[in-house]
């Protein structure tokens, strides 16, 4: 009995710390967001480089950074909100998962699962060994939110779940 306890107190507190790496994950989108909403991408790429490659015109990250000398207004903003909605999201998950909020687990599971189907279909496009990384510990994250979930419902008393669900 003691070890099913050790077990259980271990996949708490990888919960606690997948929850709070995604928060720190979250909270730089929405700052990466913001910060696309009010910066001119190509401008800075270029000030940031132009430097790098007098020096060395062969400089690794100067050359591939030229990339985003070519990002259109469009794109930017598209990417700003993107970036904006599922930081802002995913903080709001997270302050309720890490509040205990009952509404937080199928949300999280929910909204979790969709970004996941979306990460499988962009890396089928890309084939980016950093979405495949990124997918694996959102899968992870959702198996510890399920267990959490299961745990928290198990040991909450009927008659608290209103009470608990309110923000």
């Known amino acids: 009995m003691e070890k ?5 107190k271990r996949i708490h507190e990888a919960f606690e710390i997948g929850i709070v790496i995604k928060g720190i994950g979250a909270c730089a989108e929405t700052i990466l967001g913001i910060l696309l909403l009010f910066t001119n991408v190509t401008n800075l790429v270029q000030t940031l480089i132009q430097n790098e490659l007098i020096e060395d015109p062969d400089n690794f990250f100067a050359t591939h ?4 000398t070519h990002v259109t207004p469009q794109a930017q903003l598209y990417g700003a909100l993107y970036l904006l909605s599922h930081g802002i ?17 199928p949300a999280s599971l929910a909204v979790l699962s969709l970004f996941i189907f979306y990460q499988v279909i962009r ?14 510990f959102d899968l992870a994250v959702v198996w510890l939110v399920w267990r959490e979930y299961r745990r928290v419902s198990k040991n909450t008393p009927k008659n608290d779940v209103p009470q608990r669900d309110m923000l």
């Not at 099913?4 to 259980?8: D, M, P, S, T």
């Not at 950074?65 to 985003?68: E, L, T, V």
């Not at 496009?125 to 979405?131: D, E, K, N, R, Y």
Request: charged share 15%; glycine share 4%.
């Open 89 to 105: 999201i995913k903080l709001l998950l997270v302050a309720g998962l890490l509040r205990k909020k009952m509404w937080a687990y």
């Open 123 to 136: 890396y089928f496009h890309t084939h980016s060994i950093g979405l495949l990384v990124l997918t694996v």
């Open 4 to 8: 099913i306890e050790l077990n259980e």
């Open 65 to 68: 950074a030229q990339a985003f």
